[in-house]
């Protein structure tokens, strides 16, 4: 299971030459960042726990990067759901019925007498927590473990970057939480400052990006630089520049995702028109599953491209 340590290609894309970090090669399991942000739960002897409790929407990928990490590490999972809509229980596919072949407990809050008027997270801080053999991993990994294996993927660009000719060298990534970009810009700034994170907001605007690297780090040291979009995009929403900019990306021989990477390369190409070609690495964050249900609803809206 491939869970670090991936290549990097040197592609051009639409004229701007770019290195891509190959984290889409990671084991699919952990697809999407997750083999990062998990690092730490896969790594460190946990004595007490017998159970693993997440939450978020039963389609999540971190669902079924949760259901195989509590399967490896044989502990119970138990992940919290707002409700789970008739389709999805009918004809389970994709994440969920991954997560549910994996062992997953999928809980529908709905259904449960003691919800009151809970959201699914303040439901586990006043019923679970506490409990001493529970792990809590809060919603898409985003809290402060992921630090641990963003330092490693740090440690890797670091290391790839002292063989190439460049001094100074930018990492985009595209944003949802912030997390990832976040503690890859910390780790930097303690590895090699001469390495600088990019990125942008695909879910929410800038200001709700700036909301969560806040509440990652009150020093703004560690918050990266936001390249802000012409216009607000919504997440999860078709766009046609979107569906062109990746088929552009896809020229470069190498699948993107179709959630966070188009806007990702249209902000990068962005920068890149107005900085020049200074030496630009892309990470590519995996999650191409998704793609299986993208790429149809995209057909379906502009046909091919
Ligand atoms: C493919 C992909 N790109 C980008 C992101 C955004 O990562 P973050 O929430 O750490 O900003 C995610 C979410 O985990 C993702 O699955």
């Known amino acids: 299971m491939q869970l670090s340590n991936t290549p990097v290609d040197a592609v051009t894309i639409a004229g701007?030459?770019?290195?891509?970090?190959?984290?889409?090669?990671?084991?699919?399991?952990?697809?999407?960042n997750k083999a990062r942000k998990f690092a730490y739960f896969l790594e460190q002897p946990y004595q007490q726990?017998?159970?693993?409790?997440?939450?978020?929407?039963?389609?999540?990928?971190?669902?079924?990067?949760?259901?195989?990490?509590?399967?490896?590490?044989?502990?119970?999972?138990?992940?919290?759901?707002?409700?789970?809509?008739?389709?999805?229980?009918?004809?389970?596919?994709?994440?969920?019925?991954?997560?549910?072949?994996?062992?997953?407990?999928?809980?529908?809050?709905?259904?449960?007498?003691?919800r009151q008027d809970l959201s699914t997270r303040e439901y586990i801080e006043q019923k679970l927590l506490g409990e001493n053999d529970i792990l809590f991993i809060p919603e898409g990994g985003r809290c402060e473990y992921a630090?641990?294996?963003?330092?490693?993927?740090?440690?890797?660009?670091?290391?790839?970057?002292?063989?190439?000719?460049?001094?100074?060298?930018?990492?985009?990534?595209?944003?949802g939480t912030g997390t990832?970009?976040?503690?890859?810009?910390?780790?930097?700034?303690?590895?090699?400052?001469?390495?600088?994170?990019l990125t942008c907001a695909v879910v929410g605007g800038d200001d709700y990006l700036k909301l969560q690297f806040e509440e990652l780090s009150n020093d703004c040291?560690?918050?990266?630089?936001?390249?802000?979009?012409?216009?607000?995009y919504h997440f999860g929403k078709l766009y046609r520049e979107f569906y062109q900019h990746w088929h552009e990306l896809n020229q470069s021989g190498i699948e993107f995702e179709l959630l966070y990477d188009p806007l990702g390369w249209m902000?990068?190409?962005q920068y890149l028109q107005q900085h020049g070609d200074e030496p630009m690495l892309y990470l590519h964050q995996g999650g191409l599953l998704g793609n299986e249900t993208m790429l149809p609803r995209y057909k379906r809206k502009f046909g091919e491209i």
């Open 147 to 175: 630090e641990y294996g963003l330092f490693q993927l740090a440690r890797e660009i670091v290391h790839w970057k002292q063989q190439q000719p460049f001094s100074n060298l930018n990492v985009f990534l595209p944003s």
């Open 180 to 197: 990832t970009a976040l503690f890859l810009n910390r780790s930097f700034a303690q590895l090699d400052n001469s390495i600088r994170v």
């Open 221 to 232: 040291n560690d918050h990266p630089h936001i390249v802000s979009a012409p216009k607000r």
């Open 16 to 32: 701007h030459p770019i290195f891509v970090k190959r984290d889409d090669l990671l084991h699919p399991a952990f697809s999407g």
């Open 49 to 114: 726990i017998n159970r693993l409790v997440g939450y978020g929407s039963p389609q999540a990928n971190s669902l079924y990067s949760m259901a195989v990490l509590a399967q490896m590490r044989g502990w119970q999972l138990d992940f919290y759901v707002d409700h789970i809509a008739k389709q999805i229980l009918e004809h389970p596919a994709g994440n969920y019925a991954a997560a549910i072949a994996h062992g997953a407990n999928v809980i529908d809050l709905s259904q449960l007498p003691d």
């Open 267 to 269: 902000m990068c190409k």
